[in-house]
């Protein structure tokens, strides 16, 4: 994009040329953006809501929190009719997990703090969150895995205590529906890589592998 000025002795005819190289050149005819505002700054305001929302909960909880200051990180659960943004839109159930209104997001969990997925709101009744080894939730993960109340009740909730030896891949999903949540990567430390719990199957069946060497290049091929 251009650097644009008008010097006070230029011509009104160069003013005009100029003002309107910056409308149309620089920032754009604003009927063609794709979002609902109707302005540039309403669609950068738009946008940052959008993009926010993703990359807090991507984010969410990487500081260390068992030090006392703050026992456990919190998603706030609700639940919603699956949009387009959902990764098993058109699949299992017709609703999805929200967390902190975020779209049934991955989530990246780290070894040694503790997460609570909090199910107070009543839009969660009959949906109650849990673990398992895989999407399609043939085996139920319960190692570290705490419940309180009933899902959509005040003070209900899942809770997770991270350790070194917590699966690399876990799923959160509704005890009842199919396929209304998503994937959650734990951060490995040298003992979970070193160990035969690194990789498990869907039934939670350690995975041995030739070598650590091979057990990393495993972990990097699946992201």
Not at 50 to 74: C, K, M, P, W
Not at 180 to 188: A, C, L
Request: proline share 1%; glycine share 8%.
């Amino acid at each position: 994009m251009a650097v644009r000025s008008v010097a006070t002795t230029d011509t009104l005819d160069t003013f005009r040329t100029t003002f309107n190289s910056l409308a149309s050149t620089d920032i754009g005819d604003t009927a063609t953006m794709t979002t609902s505002a109707s302005s540039i700054v309403g669609a950068v305001n738009e946008l940052n809501s959008s993009v926010a929302g993703d990359l807090v909960i991507q984010t969410f909880g990487h500081r260390y929190n068992a030090d006392g200051s703050n026992t456990y990180t919190e998603f706030a659960v609700k639940v919603a009719a699956k949009t387009s943004t959902h990764i098993y839109h058109g699949s299992g159930s017709s609703n999805g997990y929200l967390l902190n209104d975020s779209v049934s997001p991955f989530i990246d969990l780290k070894v040694g703090n503790t997460y609570r997925f909090t199910q107070s709101d009543g839009s969660n009744s009959s949906h109650q969150l849990r673990l398992y080894y895989d999407a399609a939730k043939t085996t139920l993960y319960s190692t570290g895995v705490t419940y309180n109340g009933t899902a959509g009740s005040s003070g209900s909730y899942t809770q997770l205590v991270v350790s070194e030896t917590t699966p690399n891949i876990l799923y959160y999903q509704c005890v009842n529906h199919a396929l209304m949540g998503s994937r959650i990567d734990i951060d490995s430390s040298t003992n979970v890589i070193a160990s035969a719990t690194a990789f498990v199957d869907s039934t939670g069946t350690a995975v041995t592998f030739a070598s650590t060497n091979f057990a990393i290049a495993q972990a990097v091929a699946l992201g």
